[in-house]
């Protein structure tokens, strides 16, 4: 009976994503809704023969996902991913269905999943990974998941569920880091050893307070948000020493960073592929997950420099000349990076802000307020202008107002292709930052306009 219901669930998730696909849409959550009707247990049933690894955590999923990826190609693993960013239970499920047989055998030895946090909790009980990576645990998406305790708590009960797995830990966040004292697995800890930027952006910490005793930490240094060297002067709770550590940021421009990164008696000269110092911590944690896969490093740290970054993710798009960067966002702690990232820009450039309030966003906009906007306003004449658009664009601009954006500077556009072509009309770059689901609705405008592949065709 159970093969039954594997064989009607894969065939009815296999039918339904070519469907959807047909009618030129992602089809990347109802066919797993579908098959996990026929079969609750499905993703289980699929997973028994395959090794994999999952990342989780509140920033940096499908970047860190990307970089592990291209390690395994270039390791000549067989694997697939949930490259589309379908990080939920029906979407893990669907991913598994598609790259199954009809009786339930996956075609591949491996995979590479991103997990949302709190789907993690059944995702990791289910696959039994060979490795998971926490990447880090801010405030995102109040409405959804709550205070950043509630986001750690389903992590926590999601790595209780992988028994087997080594367990590659943030060492600077001192949330995920506080997890190794409750678990039997080997733990990996990575970190950045030292300051990432010159200078920082404001911003509101998420985790100020031990975790322990509830005094207040001490850092020798902050990398960004609540990351770095932290430690309690009551308690003693402190940042372990890490395994994997970035040692030196030689180099950190438009395009890429240039590090150095330690792991086992060994110094890894790193080319990153993608710039932004959250990219840093991206790649540190590749490096620990291919330790815990049992990858050669050199290899993976290769890939670093190779990888193909994941759709919205610092993702360029060169049209008529013009450059326009698609950076996703969704809560302060990646805003603020992003605008790290901008105030070291070399050349002046437009700044776009795209706010959408639908449930895949997170219904609370209130955390823009955190965000320190005023920042691009102390750029000058670097900033030349900003748009917004997306459902809560009115908000958008209010903001921008509060930041002391010249009403001169600041337009409302709400068409996606208006707003393209304002964009394709500037001599300088342009930086785009779509909240989840107005990264959806812009990149299928600039797929259709101008000949781009879909989201779910990279």
Known sequence: MRKIRVFFAVLACKLARTAIRLLGRGGTDFPGRLAMKICPDLLGELAKTVTAVIVTGTNGKTTTSRMIEQAFIDSGISYFANKTGANLIS???????????ATGKCKYTHAVIESDEAAFKQVGKLVNPKAVVVTNVFRDQ????????????????????????????NADDSLSASLAEELPNEILFYGVNVPIYKSRVEEVSDAPYCIKCK????????????????????????????QIAVEDVKNSDAEHSEVVISMDSRQFETNIALPG?????????????????????????????????????MEKFDIRGHSLRMILIKNPAGCNQVLNFLTDAAEPFLFVACLNDRAFDGKDISWIWDVDFERLVEMGDKLSGVIVSGIRADDMATRFKYA?????????????????????AQDKPVFIMPTYTAMLDLRGTISKNYGFKNYWEK
């Open 91 to 101: 979407g893990i499920t669907a991913e598994f269905a598609v790259h199954s047989t």
């Open 142 to 169: 109040l409405d959804r998941y709550g205070e950043v305790t509630h986001t750690l708590n389903n992590i926590r009960i999601g790595l209780q569920g992988c028994k087997n797995a080594v367990v590659c830990l």
């Open 215 to 242: 005094s207040e930490y001490v850092y020798d240094y902050v990398t960004y948000g609540h990351l770095g060297g932290y430690r309690c002067p009551h308690c003693g709770y402190a940042r372990p020493k890490p």
């Open 277 to 313: 110092g959250y990219n840093i911590y991206n790649a540190v944690s590749a490096m620990a997950a291919g330790k815990a896969m049992g990858l050669d490093p050199d290899t993976v740290n290769s890939a670093l420099s190779q990888f193909d970054c994941g759709f919205g993710r």
């Open 404 to 424: 002391g954006v010249p009403a001169e500077k600041l337009r409302v556009i709400k068409d996606y292709s208006r707003l393209c072509e304002a964009c394709l």
